[in-house]
T-cell receptor, first 113, second 115 residues
Framework: GQQLNQSPQSMFIQEGEDVSMNCTSS?????WLWYKQDPGEGPVLLIA?????ELTSNGRLTAQFGITRKDSFLNISASIPSDVGIYFC?????????????FGTGTQLKVEL | DGGITQSPKYLFRKEGQNVTLSCEQN?????MYWYRQDPGQGLRLIYY???????QKGDIAEGYSVSREKKESFPLTVTSAQKNPTAFYLC??????????????FGPGTRLTVT
């Protein structure tokens, strides 16, 4: 099955910095989702995006559905230690995906105090 | 509290034994999913079910089996035919027929180790 290209693969940042990560594909997606996974736990849904160009916030997190429908972006402002974890993007393909999601390979975020 | 439960959290088995992982949800969701996660990789779909007594293979179904006898339950059996069963297994569910059909909610996972 197809996987989404997620970058960067890992990030090591200072507390208080802003963070940006993205997810790209050669295919067109109907829906984009962003999840966060803590070590040894299941992913938690952060933000869901349903329209091209849509910009949605959840506290310090902001995500955008790319205009081309082939990418999505997640920004975290003023990072704090509890932001540590792996962030996954997931998308629902415009054609052929059914209700299934395609997942990115994840961005591991580490925050230095 | 509504949610998805997976048990046990950790499971150890000898090679050649079948093992069944439990997944229960009380969210009244229609669809349920099983994923496998290996270090450094994204989630890969094993099986999914959109209705009781019906399920479909995902991308890596070989060596696995499922059943959906109740809406709330979707157990996964890892058979001895699965060549590399050691992994973190995640169950998820979603509601169907709404604008939020693609939002999948995950359980806490079961880490299976086969030696």
């Amino acid at each position: 099955g197809q996987q989404l290209n997620q970058s960067p693969q890992s990030m090591f940042i200072q507390e208080g910095e802003d963070v940006s990560m993205n997810c790209t594909s050669s295919s067109i997606f109907n829906t984009w989702l962003w999840y966060k996974q803590d070590p040894g736990e299941g992913p938690v849904l952060l933000i869901a995006l349903y329209k091209a160009g849509e910009l949605t916030s959840n506290g310090r997190l902001t995500a955008q559905f790319g205009i081309t429908r082939k990418d999505s972006f997640l920004n975290i402002s003023a990072s704090i230690p509890s932001d540590v974890g792996i962030y996954f993007c997931a998308g629902q393909l415009l054609t052929g995906g059914g209700n299934k999601l395609t997942f990115g390979t994840g961005t591991q975020l580490k925050v230095e105090l | 509290d509504g949610g998805i439960t997976q048990s046990p959290k950790y499971l150890f088995r000898k090679e050649g034994q079948n093992v069944t992982l439990s997944c229960e949800q009380n969210l009244n969701h229609d669809a349920m999913y099983w994923y496998r996660q290996d270090p450094g990789q994204g989630l890969r779909l094993i099986y999914y079910s959109q209705i009781v007594n019906d399920f479909q293979k995902g991308d890596i179904a070989e060596g696995y089996s499922v059943s959906r006898e109740k809406k709330e339950s979707f157990p996964l059996t890892v058979t001895s035919a699965q060549k590399n069963p050691t992994a973190f297994y995640l169950c998820a569910s979603s509601i169907l027929g709404t604008s939020k059909s693609y939002e999948q909610y995950f359980g806490p996972g079961t880490r299976l180790t086969v030696t």
